[in-house]
């Protein structure tokens, strides 16, 4: 993993970065050493904080790179990182006054049915979406019945948004990842990263992280680009059963 790529004191200087410590605000930790906690409980991908740090890293260094390859990398604007609500504003009604997450397995979005659970350490109770692989694994005397709060307001002039992540294979042509952004953009809808590879054969394959408010958004922004004539297929990509 990352310890035995870097070395136990590059580690340890990557934990206490700043870079580390906005990654894991990002994905709705408190700390670096929460978040590499949920990477073994397999709340988080390792794929998901790499490619986090690799753009927290460069929007700090001020560079906006687009690499054409076989595989290429878009690095987009991000919004600032979002502090942890606190227990008098949570979305999330059954967890009053207690230490919560959205657990980063299967990025649970608001009208989403969702699950809480209890963790095993002090990171508290870890909210998955229902149907999640790892509530799966989870003894029944650790879940929470826990719902969203439909009288939750987000702060004047802050909109709450929700990281997921989503792939959509493409007919291969210039433009095409211009033209989907293009409609993210008018969704008002946040990229936090894009990745495109292409394939022989003239198709590609593209993943989008993106900042969503509620599920219909999800929907409908999913309709619309489903509905573009060199869309393939489009998917959530989660560790949810569907």
């Not at 990654?23 to 397999?42: E, H």
């Not at 894009?194 to 409908?220: R, S, Y």
Request: charged residues 20%.
């Amino acid at each position: 993993m990352l310890e035995k790529a870097l070395g136990k004191k590059g580690f340890d200087s990557l934990l206490k970065s700043e870079p580390m410590q906005i990654v894991a605000n990002r994905c709705n930790y408190q700390t670096a050493d929460d978040l590499l906690a949920a990477l073994g409980y397999g709340e988080v991908t390792l794929n998901t904080v790499t490619n986090r740090l690799r753009e927290t890293i460069r929007n700090q260094e001020g560079k906006t790179e687009v690499r054409s390859s076989d595989t290429a990398e878009v690095n987009l604007p991000t919004q600032n990182p979002r502090p942890l609500p606190s227990s008098n504003d949570s979305p999330i009604a059954g967890v009053e006054g207690l230490v919560y997450h959205m657990a980063g397995c299967c990025h649970p979005v608001p009208g989403e049915p969702i699950l809480g659970a209890v963790t095993l350490s002090n990171r508290g109770i870890s909210i998955h979406r229902q149907g999640c692989k790892n509530i799966g694994n989870i003894p029944g005397d650790r879940l929470v019945p826990v719902n969203w709060n439909p009288i939750h307001q987000s702060p004047p002039g802050r909109r709450q948004t929700y990281p997921i992540e989503i792939q959509i294979e493409v007919i291969d042509r210039v433009g095409i990842l211009k033209d989907i952004l293009t409609r993210l953009t008018d969704s008002r809808v946040n990229v936090y990263n894009a990745q495109v590879k292409t394939f022989p054969g003239q198709t590609a394959v593209i993943n989008l992280g993106l900042d969503i408010e509620h599920c219909h958004q999800l929907e409908q922004i999913c309709a619309q680009i489903r509905k573009m004539s060199d869309v393939l297929k489009l998917r959530r990509l989660s560790q949810v059963e569907d």
